[in-house]
């Protein structure tokens, strides 16, 4: 490694689950993780603003996944970490956690949103401005219990808007036409066309997967999108990429966002069936097998 920058934080359970325990769910808490098909609402701490994010995800998402796949006490690493939700729910449940972002809009944002909520908690959470190619500089190996993030989905963003998923005049709003891309930092993943990307995408997990513990999880939260008239498969993509680097997928679960998508534009009709994309996204659910 280069220059090592390592963290002082932790990564040991801090529960008093047996060693074989996944996580600290009861088996109610359990059973309602299983079904395939995952529903969330937005609260009043989510962020829902694009002007301050191009692209949020409830809180509830994210401390449902780290309720899954980790203890009380143990690490969870966000390689893209934007407005800071994974660190939101970590602090809710009494997980260590670090984010890493290349903006430092989005780190102050984050530091922020930390800020706001209690310190009742044996936790830490840090949000670090850094390229996600760097995270193996700040941990030893085989201290991670969670990757958890839902990255730039190549170059989705990075055009003008169309808002063809809204009604009517409601296309026209603030966001029209207008690029809401993160960055047009060369090292940002949203600027990359979909093999650049893909190819980006791998380079980073594998370089993660030291850090993983053995059987720890990786959750990419991932859309597809249409370019063109024809669907990009980006986790299909991904889901090959991130096996041919070692990982082992899992699971695939369904975020069902109808629930939280109000009045969705007629895309297509009559002739032309295109499943929205603003109505549904992928849980890509891998793990670190034992070698």
Not at 103 to 120: A, T
Not at 162 to 173: A, P, V, Y
Not at 208 to 224: T, W
Request: aromatic share 10%.
């Amino acid at each position: 490694m280069g220059n090592r920058k390592l963290l002082d934080i932790g990564y040991q359970r801090t529960c008093d689950c047996k060693p074989s325990h996944l996580n600290c769910l009861t088996a109610k808490e359990w059973l309602k993780c299983q079904i395939g098909v995952w529903q969330f609402y937005y609260e009043k701490r989510d962020i829902r603003d694009k002007k301050l994010h191009p692209a949020v995800f409830p809180i509830a998402l994210a401390a449902r996944v780290i309720s899954l796949f980790t203890h009380r006490g143990e690490l969870v690493v966000d390689p893209f970490v934007g407005s800071g939700t994974t660190l939101v729910a970590a602090r809710d449940l009494d997980r260590n956690a670090v984010g890493f972002d290349l903006q430092e809009k989005y780190i102050r944002l984050c530091e922020e949103r930390l800020r706001q909520l209690s310190l009742n908690t044996t936790s830490k959470q840090l949000a670090i401005q850094d390229d996600a190619r760097n995270i193996p500089d700040y941990f030893e190996e085989e201290t991670i219990s969670l990757i958890f993030t839902s990255p730039p989905y190549a170059n989705l963003l990075n055009r003008p808007r169309q808002n063809k998923s809204r009604r009517g005049d409601l296309r026209k709003n603030e966001q029209f036409m207008k690029i809401e891309q993160y960055s047009q930092d060369a090292r940002d993943l949203g600027t990359m066309g979909l093999e650049e990307y893909i190819n980006a995408m791998g380079d980073i997990f594998e370089n993660l997967l030291p850090l993983l513990r053995p059987k720890a999880h990786c959750v990419i939260n991932v859309a597809d999108m249409w370019w063109e008239n024809r669907r990009v498969t980006i986790h299909i993509a991904l889901v090959e990429e991130l096996r041919r680097r070692g990982y082992e997928l899992r699971n695939i679960i369904i975020w069902d966002r109808t629930n939280i998508v109000n009045r969705i534009g007629i895309f297509g009709w009559p002739s032309n069936y295109i499943t929205m994309g603003t109505t549904f996204e992928y849980l890509l659910d891998f793990w670190r097998p034992l070698q």
